[in-house]
């Protein structure tokens, strides 16, 4: 099983929301860690894929029915306030984990905190 382009396309929407971009940062998206997450389920997480799916396709369902729009396509006020009714969730505390260890991880990440990425 693999994500749908509608899926995919929510998963970078909440990714960025989880790490938004900002002055100091990329984001989940542009610093690679949504990216790097996709990858993680096709392999490692590839158990998680029928979990994230359905967590992607309630958000889209949560968004059309409270705003009438696809949750990519909300703002930022309107995709945070759908997030924030899924954050007693054990899938989506683990998708929040999922989403800082790939950015933490990668070099926009690692130079945050002051490593030094070489190579």
């Known amino acids: 099983?693999?994500?749908t382009s509608r899926q995919i396309t929510n998963l970078n929407a909440a990714a960025d929301r989880i790490l938004p971009p900002d002055d100091e940062s990329?984001?989940?998206v542009a610093s690679g860690a949504a990216a790097r997450l996709l990858v993680m389920l096709d392999g490692d997480l590839a158990a998680m894929q029928r979990d994230?799916?359905?967590?992607?396709?309630q958000l889209d369902l949560e968004a059309q029915?409270?705003?009438g729009a696809p949750f990519a396509?909300?703002?930022v006020e309107r995709q945070d306030a759908l997030l924030s009714s899924f954050q007693s969730s054990a899938?989506?505390?683990?998708f929040t984990e999922h989403v800082h260890e790939q950015f933490w991880s990668s070099e926009a990440g690692m130079k945050l905190v002051g490593?030094?990425?070489r190579g």
């Open 26 to 28: 990329p984001g989940a």
């Open 115 to 117: 490593f030094e990425v």
């Open 52 to 57: 994230y799916a359905a967590f992607l396709t």
């Open 91 to 94: 899938f989506f505390r683990l």
């Open 1 to 3: 099983m693999t994500l």
């Open 65 to 67: 029915v409270a705003f």
């Open 73 to 75: 396509e909300l703002d």
